[in-house]
């Protein structure tokens, strides 16, 4: 079995080329692990990059874009390389435990089954439990719309095929959820498709994040990415439920969805809420703003719920827009 490593960098290459030694200092051959990286037009860190491109090891593929192409489509970019049974992202300021790696290994080559794999990293997801999903319903319950780190993340390359990354690239180029969040597309079409399982076996030793982001005019302080503002995660909530929308699922999956969408994005929204009372915001407004929103996007989805899950969903939103 071959496993591919795929690392979407920009602008961190002195990361980028610390991570790539590290990984093939490992001890498997070409024909058992294989390492990707694409430099996503960068402006920082080119002799680091191209330090990388110089190294002759059939091990790995350099990618460079001429310019910056957006997340989204760099993170595809290195799946699309990738050639492996399994391919899993992994930031480049993150590192991989190799004697653990291992156990990983195995146990994929005896679960070909398996769609989509998360494994444990050493903050974000420390308190993973190990479970396997067979039903979709289980598997949506337990990780729909909560893998938003994308280190760990393994996927079934027989599942998430170049086809459907260049379907959802041409569907979801305009989609704010997409922009920021593509691996969440593709981990929502692999839980429906395949069998999930997680893992308490920690793989990923996380590094430092990063240390700058690019703030919005919207934004609160430059401390809040342009992705964090309340505008955008209103804009992603959108944008995960078109994704939903078009994927023509029953009911109960749809209303389990809706949920775990309306759930996330007031979570990622209230994270900011400091911030945007010591700017000076009304924040009792914001939250008004939100749940009318909200309730916007049960009405768009209305005719694939009844009634009562209608109401059920309006009545969570209120519950938990006064809460926060």
């Known amino acids: 079995m071959l496993f591919s490593i795929c690392i979407p960098s920009h602008n961190r290459g002195h990361k980028a080329i610390r991570l790539v030694k ?42 460079e874009f001429e310019s910056n192409q957006g997340f989204a489509r ?50 974000v997801y420390s308190d993973l439990r190990t479970q396997y999903f067979s039903y979709t319903e ?42 920021y969040y593509v691996h969440l597309f593709l981990d929502t079409y692999a839980l429906l498709h395949g069998s999930f399982c997680c893992s308490d076996l920690l793989l990923i030793e ?25 505008e955008s995660r209103i804009a992603q909530m959108h944008g995960f439920l078109e994704h939903v929308r078009d994927l023509n699922l029953k009911p109960t999956l749809v209303f389990q969805m809706l949920g775990r969408v309306i759930e996330r994005i007031a979570e990622w929204i209230n994270i900011q809420k400091e911030k945007y009372i010591s700017h000076g915001d009304d924040w009792e407004r914001i939250m008004e703003l939100v749940a009318d929103q909200m309730y916007s996007e049960v009405l768009q989805t209305g005719y694939m719920l009844g009634q009562e899950e209608k109401d059920l969903l ?4 209120g519950a938990l827009c006064q809460v926060l």
């Open 206 to 230: 996380e590094g430092a994040p990063a240390d700058s982001f690019d703030s919005g005019t919207e934004s609160p302080d430059p401390t809040v990415p342009v992705f964090g503002t309340y």
């Open 22 to 63: 590290e990984l093939l200092e490992m001890p498997w051959d070409e024909h058992e692990i294989e390492i990707i990286c694409s430099n996503n037009g960068s402006d920082k860190y080119i002799k680091e990059y191209q330090e990388i491109k110089r190294i002759k090891d059939k091990r790995l593929q350099y990618h």
């Open 138 to 179: 289980e598997a949506v319950d337990g990780y729909y719309l909560m893998g938003n780190y994308i280190s760990g993340t393994i996927y079934n390359r027989k599942i998430i095929s170049n086809e459907l990354i260049e379907e959802y690239e041409k569907r979801y180029h305009e989609n704010e959820a997409y922009i």
């Open 314 to 317: 309006n009545e969570y939103i």
């Open 74 to 123: 760099n993170v595809n970019q290195v799946i699309k390389m990738s050639r492996g049974d399994f391919c899993m992202l992994l930031s480049d300021e993150d590192g991989i435990l190799p004697d653990n790696l291992k156990n990983y290994l195995l146990f994929l080559d005896m679960h070909p089954e398996l769609s989509l794999v998360k494994g444990c990293t050493s903050f």
